[in-house]
Structure formats: structure tokens, C-alpha cells
């Protein structure tokens, strides 16, 4: 299982980025995808989940109406498109599959003016 996180940056306050995850080594189709977040000090979080067959998605409140989380099926990827960030969005962000302990090497969101 291999995770490849990219898309992130530094941002002002109010604007967007689209985050992307490239995975491999497993049938990805298969499985439920999830991005997280650590804060500096916190405890990584759980920000969004997508199912792999239906596309029903779930949010943490703190991110509802802001973020989306897609897939792509066909191109083994997952993608979170944030909006309206805030300074409390500033995080490493990594994806991740259900059922697997592994992690990325995550994508770093700052939001600052």
C-alpha cells in the first residue's frame, strides 16, 4: 500500500486548495478513503470520509459546507477541495484507506495572512 499526498501550501485566510492522494499497491475501488489532519500539538483528526461504492461522504463539523471529498475510481485517487479556509485549518493533512495502519508522508496546509 502506497499513499502520495500533494496539493498543499501556504494560503490566506478565506481562500482554497485542492488536495490530491495518489494510492497504490491494492485494488482501490475496494476501499473506504479518508483524509485526517495533525495540528501542531494536537492529536491527528479525522476531517472527511468517502465510501467506495456509493460516494456517501461524512464531514467533521468544523469542516462542514468547506470541504469535499471525491474519488476517482478509475485513476486511483482521492481528492479534497477546501474553501473558505480559516487559521485553524492549518495542518499536515494525510489521506488514508480503511483497514490499514499506514500512513503518508501527509501534505502540509498553512493558512496565514
Known amino acids: 500500500v502506497q499513499l502520495v499526498e500533494s496539493g498543499g501550501g501556504l494560503v490566506q485566510p478565506g481562500g482554497s486548495l485542492r488536495l490530491s492522494c495518489t494510492a497504490s499497491?491494492?485494488?482501490?475501488?475496494?476501499?473506504?478513503m479518508s483524509w485526517y489532519r495533525q495540528a501542531p500539538g494536537k492529536e491527528r483528526e479525522l476531517v472527511a470520509t468517502?465510501?467506495?461504492?456509493?460516494?456517501?461522504?461524512w464531514y467533521t463539523d468544523s469542516v462542514k459546507g468547506r470541504f469535499k471529498i471525491s474519488r476517482d475510481n478509475a485513476q486511483n485517487m482521492v481528492y479534497l477541495q477546501m474553501g473558505s479556509l480559516k487559521p485553524e485549518d492549518t495542518a499536515v493533512y494525510y489521506c488514508?484507506?480503511?483497514?490499514?495502519?499506514?500512513w503518508g508522508q501527509g501534505t502540509q496546509v498553512t493558512v496565514s495572512s
Open positions: 488514508k484507506r480503511r483497514n490499514y495502519d499506514g
Open positions: 499497491g491494492f485494488v482501490f475501488s475496494n476501499y473506504i
Open positions: 468517502i465510501d467506495n461504492s456509493d460516494g456517501i461522504t
